[in-house]
């Protein structure tokens, strides 16, 4: 089993990323774990208190189940990855079951946070995009497929990404293996890693 970790800012480009690796493999030889679905759980907050919550801090993380179930598809068994909401800021009733695959991808903006999970990461990539295009890319997914409005964004990113990305994201790119740059669709990077993960399987 090959585990790759893929970190970088909100609206760097991890998911795009992603999809561009998934690709080129065979769906029953991967399998993806977002960061996103182990937030913790806040079922005894109100919906209020939830939007107070600090997203961007590694507390906000559950690394605990998250490095357990890597751990256990690392042996070869089957996970149940929770299943999160945007919207409601909370897991939400259904999980998704995960089978171990060849190749295992764990994407998310404070992965490489954990010593423990970077170390079950044979690849680490840290996807790198500029802060503005960064802010523009999220102010305009954040409208269209996470129900905020911009103001409510340029706030959060003055109070909380901006500092938390400085803090504890941007000081994990000196853990990563690759760098993408990824101001630009950048498909010479996306062979590269493809080549790489082939090489290993
Ligand atoms: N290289 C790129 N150039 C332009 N837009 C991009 C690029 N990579 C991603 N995007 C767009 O930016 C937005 C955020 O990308 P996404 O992959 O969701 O980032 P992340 O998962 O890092 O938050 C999406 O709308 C995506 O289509
Ligand atoms: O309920 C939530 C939980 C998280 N966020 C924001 O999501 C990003 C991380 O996702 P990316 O896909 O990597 O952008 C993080 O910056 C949190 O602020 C949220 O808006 N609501």
Redesign the pocket.
């Known amino acids: 089993m090959l585990i790759i970790g893929i970190a970088?800012?909100?609206?760097?480009?991890?998911?795009?990323?992603?999809?561009q690796i998934l690709n080129e493999l065979p769906a029953d030889e991967v399998c993806v774990i977002s960061q996103d679905s182990y937030y913790k759980e806040t079922h005894h907050l109100t919906y209020q208190e939830r939007t107070k919550i600090n997203f961007d801090h590694p507390k906000a993380i559950d690394f605990d189940l998250l490095v357990n179930h890597i751990s256990d598809l690392r042996k070869g068994e089957i996970i149940e990855q929770p299943v999160y909401s945007f919207v409601t800021h909370d897991r939400v009733k259904d999980t998704l079951i995960t089978h171990p695959r060849k190749v295992v991808i764990v994407?998310g903006?404070l992965i490489f946070n954990s010593r423990e999970l970077r170390d079950l990461c044979d690849i680490k990539i840290f996807?790198h995009?500029d802060a503005d295009?960064?802010l523009?890319?999220?102010v305009?997914?954040d409208i269209?497929?996470r129900g905020r409005d911009v103001n409510e964004v340029l706030t959060r990113y003055q109070n909380t990404l901006k500092p938390m990305h400085q803090q504890f994201i941007e000081p994990t790119k000196n853990y990563a293996d690759i760098i993408i740059p990824?101001?630009?669709?950048?498909t010479v990077a996306i062979d590269i890693v493809r080549t790489v993960i082939s090489q290993k399987l």
């Open positions: 970088g800012g909100t609206g760097s480009g991890k998911t795009t990323v992603v999809n994407e903006i996807v995009a295009e960064r523009i890319r999220r305009r997914r269209e497929e990824n101001d630009r669709y950048n």
